[in-house]
């Protein structure tokens, strides 16, 4: 007996939910008629939209039984959106697939997600193929993020982004962590229960556009990496310390210059000197203080998510 269920988080999103659901409803139908599946549901997630997403939600969960709907109270971003799903997912399915609205991953890759769980895995990870219907622009700064997680200790599957399967007990795991910030892939990656890995090709968004400009991409980097690691904080030590032996160096050379009698009265070192030390120590208030408005934001435990209203939920 397997009770699946498909989380989307929904940010304005009109423009595709109707083909989304004919896709995850075709694809579910066959699950189920193959007897992979015994009960599939589909939960949309409203994150506060502005146009008539949740109208839309509302008609498709009227027209098919399998749909339901949860609306927030305002837009709470991808993340929060989806962990509001995936709390009411917890205790209402064995497994869920969380999938963006956009169609831009293939549902043809959750048959497959679900073939692992029936062999006992846990997480079964979406990974894309290769990003070639990627602007060049976004596939570099995807690449160069990845680069960095990995650099700076965070734990991240290549080429995943929040496409993936989780097991009933995976998905209660990840529930008792305590966090505001959310970096979901990287939670769940360092979770431990079996995991997998099921490859598909990324697709153009079906309609409308990116709700995540590069604005948020960065902040979505910044967040994943400070609130996984320490290691920049840890990179501000060296950092000082390297500094330390400049200029002992730099003091060396100034006394044998001056015995030598040659010392020239360059402003030129000094004044780049001054602006590289300001940029350093400027950088690394930030840095401290991404870390200090992290703490702030968890020692306030403010609640994640209001839900306004939904369509069927018990
Ligand atoms: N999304 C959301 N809240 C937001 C922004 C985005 O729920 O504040 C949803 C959006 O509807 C989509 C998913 O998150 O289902 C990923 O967004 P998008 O496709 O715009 O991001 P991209 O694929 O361009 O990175
Ligand atoms: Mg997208």
């Known amino acids: 007996m397997l009770k699946l269920m498909i989380v989307v988080p929904c940010y304005n999103e009109q423009q595709v939910l109707r083909e989304t659901t004919a896709r995850l409803t075709a694809m579910l139908d066959r699950v189920i008629a193959a007897k992979r599946v015994d009960v599939a549901r589909i939960l949309y997630v409203d994150d506060g939209s502005r146009d008539h997403t949740w109208d839309l939600i509302t008609e498709l969960s009227n027209t098919f039984a399998c749909v339901e709907g949860l609306k927030l109270a305002h837009n709470v971003g991808h993340q929060q959106a989806l962990w509001a799903g995936l709390e009411y997912a917890a205790t209402h399915a064995d497994a869920i697939v969380s999938i963006d609205a ?3 991953d293939d549902v043809e890759a959750i048959p497959q997600m679900i073939e ?7 997480v079964v990870f979406g990974v894309r193929r ?4 990627d602007t060049f622009f976004k596939r570099h700064t995807a690449q160069a993020f990845y680069r960095l997680m990995q650099a700076m200790g965070g734990q991240v599957v290549y080429n995943h982004a929040d496409y993936r399967l989780m097991s009933r007990r995976a998905l ?3 529930m008792t962590f305590p966090e505001r910030n959310l970096f979901l892939r990287g939670m769940v990656a ?3 229960f079996p995991t997998a890995i099921v490859l598909y090709d990324r697709h153009e968004r ?7 400009p590069l604005r948020k991409m960065l902040g979505f980097a910044i967040d994943g990496i400070t609130s996984f690691s320490v290691r920049p904080l840890q990179c501000i030590t060296y950092l ?22 040659k010392a020239i009265p360059g402003w030129t070192s000094l004044l780049v000197s001054v602006w590289f030390i300001g940029g350093a120590i400027l950088l690394a208030c930030g840095i401290i203080g991404e870390y200090v408005g992290k703490i702030y934001k968890e020692v ?6 209001f839900i306004e209203q939904t369509t069927k939920l018990k």
């Open 102 to 104: 956009d169609l831009q």
């Open 116 to 122: 692992h769980y029936h062999q006992g895995i846990d």
């Open 130 to 133: 290769e990003r070639k219907k």
């Open 172 to 174: 209660q795991a990840l």
């Open 190 to 192: 360092s979770l431990g």
């Open 206 to 212: 079906f309609a409308g556009e990116s709700k995540y």
């Open 240 to 261: 000082g310390l390297l500094f330390i032996v400049i200029a002992l160096a730099a003091i060396v050379y100034g006394l044998l210059s001056y015995a030598e009698g």
């Open 300 to 305: 306030k435990r403010r609640p994640r998510y």
